[in-house]
């Protein structure tokens, strides 16, 4: 079982440029979310999904897109990568929200650098 | 709106003392509460969660965490620290939003443990 995945653990970009984080789990998890961590601000959420085909915004979408069409994949895209992207991204699923308390289980992160 | 909030960014502590990390959360309704680990370069690992019932929860790694409806806490201590409790540990909150419970994380505190 091997839980989150996400590809690659890091990549460098330069300003402009495009590219997809992948993250795909195994445990049928409906819900399945995009974060962002910076020092000093903790992890903020990017977009969420509920099931496939049904996204949404979380608090810092500007500069990425998702699209959800399978319950095991959820693909984040940087359309044109900027400095301010630099960061570590967590991908992290958990069951329906009929599973009270369920908690987030995370993949083991991205490092993305944009020069 | 919902908060979280990790008043310590750094706890320095001797192996073998006891540990006490703070979480305050701002939310109206009764919350789902986490606790998570990160050691370096690793994704986000639970420790324990709070949803109801008794108010002192036991979770792994011999941690456990007291919610205090009345001061809106949820601490985080452990008895006697081991040099592999090195880490930073983040507080989330389980709220509901527009059709979905958000997971909303605290900044981290990054916890040092002296030999």
């Known amino acids: 079982n091997a839980g989150v995945t996400q590809t690659p653990k890091f990549q460098v970009l330069k300003t402009g440029q495009s590219m997809t984080l992948q993250c795909a789990q195994d445990m049928n998890h409906e819900y399945m979310s995009w974060y962002r961590q910076d020092p000093g601000m903790g992890l903020r959420l990017i977009h969420y999904?509920?099931?496939?085909?049904?996204?949404d915004q979380g608090e810092v979408p500007n500069g990425y897109n998702v699209s959800r069409s399978t319950t095991e994949d959820f693909p984040l895209r940087l359309l044109s990568a900027a400095p301010s992207q630099t960061s570590v991204y967590f991908c992290?699923?958990?069951?329906?929200?009929?599973?009270?308390?369920?908690?987030?289980?995370f993949g083991n992160g991205t490092r993305l650098t944009v020069t | 709106a919902q908060s979280v909030t990790q008043p310590d960014i750094h706890i320095t502590v001797s192996e073998g003392a006891s540990l006490e990390l703070r979480c305050n959360y701002s939310y109206g309704a009764t919350p789902y509460l986490f606790w998570y680990v990160q050691s370096p370069g690793q994704g986000l690992q639970l420790l324990l969660k709070y949803f109801s019932g008794d108010t002192l929860v036991q979770g792994i790694k011999g941690f456990e965490a007291e919610f205090k409806r009345s001061q809106s806490s949820f601490n985080l201590r452990k008895p006697s620290v081991h040099w592999s409790d090195a880490a930073e540990y983040f507080c989330?909150?389980?709220?509901?939003?527009?059709?979905?419970?958000?997971?909303?994380f605290g900044t981290g505190t990054r916890l040092k443990v002296l030999a």
């Open positions: 989330a909150v389980g709220a509901r939003g527009s059709g979905t419970y958000k997971y909303i």
């Open positions: 992290a699923s958990r069951p329906r929200d009929r599973v009270r308390n369920s908690p987030l289980h």
């Open positions: 999904s509920v099931g496939a085909g049904i996204t």
